[in-house]
Nanobody
Framework: QVQLVESGGGLVQAGGSLRLSCAASGGTFSSYAMGWYRQAPGKEREFVAVISWSGGSTNYANSLKGRFTISRDNAKNTVYLQMNSLKPEDTAVYYC?????????????WGQGTQVTVSS
């Protein structure tokens, strides 16, 4: 069973950037597709991005294409989310997720989340 710990959240001004990290332990990281989800206050959790076990394939929420980039380093058991040109509506708790496939959304394993706040 894999454990996931996110980091890198914080307060940033609109137009700024943040890079989130998610460190995995307790499982075979390279066997999981990894995803990011987010949940804004009063809203349901939504899909942000996913990356295949090899890193060769990615998929994004349509509204975020071009601003967010997901990547992974299997040697470090870590997945990243680079967020650029941040907007106040990107404010949310961001969660890391591990799944058996890119097409399983979400997978069974979640991190505790990291808060991202974008000020206007």
């Amino acid at each position: 069973q894999v454990q996931l710990v996110e980091s890198g959240g914080g307060l940033v001004q609109a137009g700024g950037s943040l890079r989130l990290s998610c460190a995995a332990s307790g499982g075979t990281f390279s066997s999981y597709a990894m995803g990011w989800y987010r949940q804004a206050p009063g809203k349901e959790r939504e899909f942000v991005a996913v990356i295949s076990w090899s890193g060769g394939s990615t998929n994004y929420a349509n509204s975020l294409k071009g601003r967010f980039t997901i990547s992974r380093d299997n040697a470090k058991n870590t997945v990243y989310l680079q967020m650029n040109s941040l907007k106040p509506e990107d404010t949310a708790v961001y969660y890391c997720n591990a799944a058996s496939s890119m097409y399983v959304r979400p997978g069974d394993y979640w991190g505790q989340g990291t808060q991202v706040t974008v000020s206007s």
